[in-house]
């Protein structure tokens, strides 16, 4: 009987992952937060088994989350959730640490399975993340040009490409504007941009972000 914290910033989804999770037989207590402070903030405070934690927050991250957990407590399991399939998102989280990345459209099948397995010190990879990672084994120059990206390079062009100013990414993530500014340079000239819209179009090609519900 596990003790899990899930931190997800949507109210629908966080119903949905609890009742799972109470359905499946695994779980003696569930914690619920909105957000990755609220979530380091719980970990801080008490004691879990393992960490489900959504990859597209607002504020902080889930990447950055994860990164401040594993400096909290190196060995505790973190499964990331996301909306987006295993491509693009899967090996920046198994990079910074976590234990297991599964997509929301699995969890109904899958998410018992995998708590259970990263809860006992194993890794949950689905067959979508394994062939993945066995193509970077043997990747080529074939890679997208967004792979080039740093977490936070990644992150902002993510916000940039939903429209938000500068000014609200800097907000968001407590930088300012013109440090904001320097990534958005780095990220055009990576991706071997020269505009907003150029970047958007990018982004969108790649599925590289979802639309802002209605």
Do not use: C, W
Not at 64 to 93: F, H, N, Q, W
Not at 102 to 118: D, R
Not at 145 to 160: A, D, K
Not at 169 to 178: F, M
């Amino acid at each position: 009987m596990y003790r899990i914290l899930i931190a997800d910033d949507h109210p629908i989804v966080l119903k949905g992952l609890t009742q799972i999770l109470e359905e499946s037989g695994y779980v003696r207590k569930i914690t619920e937060v909105n957000s990755g402070e609220e979530a380091l903030s719980a970990i801080k405070e008490d004691n879990f088994d393992i960490i489900l934690l959504d990859i597209s927050m607002s504020g902080m991250n889930g990447i950055d989350t994860l990164e401040e957990i594993r400096k909290l407590k190196p060995s505790l399991p973190v499964l990331m959730l996301s909306m987006y399939p295993e491509k693009d998102y899967a090996l920046r989280a198994i990079k910074a640490g976590a234990s297991g990345y599964l997509t929301k459209k699995s969890a109904p099948t899958e998410l018992a399975t995998a708590i259970n397995k990263i809860a006992r010190g194993g890794r949950y990879i689905s067959p979508a993340l394994a062939d993945l990672i066995a193509s970077t084994l043997t990747e080529s120059s074939d890679a997208p040009l967004h792979e080039r990206l740093s977490n936070r390079e990644f992150q902002v062009l993510r916000m940039i490409a939903t429209g938000k100013s500068l000014k609200e990414i800097g907000a968001e993530i407590s930088l300012s504007p013109k440090t904001i500014g320097t990534f958005r340079s780095r990220i055009l000239q990576k991706l071997n941009l020269n505009s907003n819209a150029e970047l958007v179009r990018y982004a969108l090609k790649h599925e590289l972000f979802e639309l802002p519900p209605d």
